[in-house]
Nanobody, 121 residues
C-alpha cells in the first residue's frame, strides 16, 4: 500500500489543522493506520492509531483530548484532526500502515512521506 500524508502548514498556537493520509494500491481496510511525528533532533514518536474499521483508537497522552483520528475506508482516507495546537506539536507528521494497531513505529511496514506542521505565532 502507498501512503501520502497532506494538510500540514503553519498555524498559530490554539489553532487547528486537519491532516489527511491517502492510501492506494491495496485494500485499505486490510490495514490499521498509525500517525507518528518527528521533531528536529528527536526520535519519531507515536501520536495516534486507528484500527482497520475504526473500532480501535488510541492516542499519545500529549495529544489526548486535542487530536481526533478517523478513517473513511470507502475513500481510502485517514484523518487526524488537530485542535488547540501548541508549539510542542511542531514536527513532521507521518502516517503508516500495519496489519494491526501498534504503538511502535518499527511494527508499521508502510510509510508515507511526511507533512510539516509548524505551530508558531
Amino acid at each position: 500500500v502507498q501512503l501520502q500524508a497532506s494538510g500540514g502548514g503553519l498555524v498559530q498556537p490554539g489553532g487547528s489543522l486537519r491532516l489527511s493520509c491517502a492510501a492506494s494500491g491495496r485494500t485499505f481496510s486490510d490495514f490499521a493506520v498509525g500517525w507518528f511525528r518527528q521533531a528536529p533532533g528527536m526520535d519519531r514518536e507515536f501520536v495516534a492509531y486507528i484500527g482497520r474499521f475504526g473500532d480501535a483508537i488510541d492516542y499519545a497522552n500529549s495529544v489526548k483530548d486535542r487530536f481526533i483520528v478517523s478513517r473513511d475506508n470507502a475513500k481510502n482516507l485517514v484523518y487526524l484532526q488537530m485542535n488547540s495546537l501548541e508549539p510542542g506539536d511542531t514536527a513532521v507528521y507521518y502516517c503508516a500502515a500495519a496489519p494491526s494497531t501498534n504503538y511502535y513505529a518499527p511494527r508499521y511496514g508502510y510509510w508515507g512521506r511526511g507533512t510539516q506542521v509548524t505551530v508558531s505565532s
